[in-house]
Nanobody
Framework: QVQLVESGGGLVQPGGSLTLSCTIS????????VGWYRQAPGKQRDMVAT???????NYADDVQGRFTISRDGGMNTVYLQMNSLQPEDTAVYYC???????????WGQGTQVTVSS
């Protein structure tokens, strides 16, 4: 069992920055990946950034160069640094954990990010 708790969402002006945190607890050993997804009203949930336990990262095209995913040394918190935010980045952001040994994906409760002047 894995638990994910997101924090750090809020209201920010266009061009501003925000950092989201995802605190992970439970069985997080082995080859896995932690990702940030977002879902805007009326739209599907899309991948924003993924960090594999072996090190590589993957970003959606529309956030490449603006967002950075990282993990603390203890491997228990994953961050999403978001710069140059635009209104189209407005969404609920979810943290996801995937264990490649098998089993279900785990999701956090989501945190709202609103970019507006």
């Amino acid at each position: 069992q894995v638990q994910l708790v997101e924090s750090g969402g809020g209201l920010v002006q266009p061009g501003g920055s925000l950092t989201l945190s995802c605190t992970i607890s439970g069985n997080i050993f082995g080859y896995n990946a932690v990702g940030w997804y977002r879902q805007a009203p009326g739209k599907q949930r899309d991948m924003v950034a993924t960090l594999f336990s072996t090190g590589p990262t993957n970003y959606a095209d529309d956030v490449q160069g603006r967002f950075t995913i990282s993990r603390d040394g203890g491997m228990n918190t994953v961050y999403l640094q978001m710069n140059s935010l635009q209104p189209e980045d407005t969404a609920v952001y979810y943290c996801n954990f995937r264990d490649f040994r098998g089993g279900p994906d785990y999701w956090g409760q989501g945190t709202q990010v609103t970019v507006s002047s």
